[in-house]
């Protein structure tokens, strides 16, 4: 059996981030070195955006995934973890939710 492809894209937040459908994020002018990564005291992912010097911003891995495949959150909804797993990022894995249904 043919195992699937990752597929990359440019990420939504920052032109300089490529993002797969696994949850990877990577620099994209920087021989595709993995950004730095921490785990919140809630248990999510996060991604370290900026210069190695001076970190811009930290953003949730589960977010950005979504927003480079999907779009954009759409207002009042919420990312839902389909196996509960909150480290576990991959595309197949994620979907927005309305509010009301969590």
């Not at 059996?1 to 990420?11: D, Y």
């Not at 809630?42 to 891995?61: E, Y």
């Not at 495949?69 to 839902?80: A, D, H, L």
């Amino acid at each position: 059996m043919e195992e699937e492809r990752e597929e990359w894209r440019v990420a939504l937040c920052n032109d300089e981030l490529l993002v797969s459908d696994r949850g990877q994020v990577v620099l994209r002018y920087r021989a595709k070195r993995p950004v730095q990564e921490s785990i919140t005291k809630k248990g999510f992912r996060v991604v370290h955006i900026g210069t190695d010097k001076k970190i811009a911003q930290r953003r949730p891995l589960h977010q950005v995934v979504l927003e480079t495949f999907v779009g954009f959150k759409p207002k009042g909804s919420f990312v839902r973890f389909k196996n509960g797993n909150k480290t576990d990022c991959l595309l197949s894995n994620l979907e927005y939710t309305p509010s009301k249904l969590l």
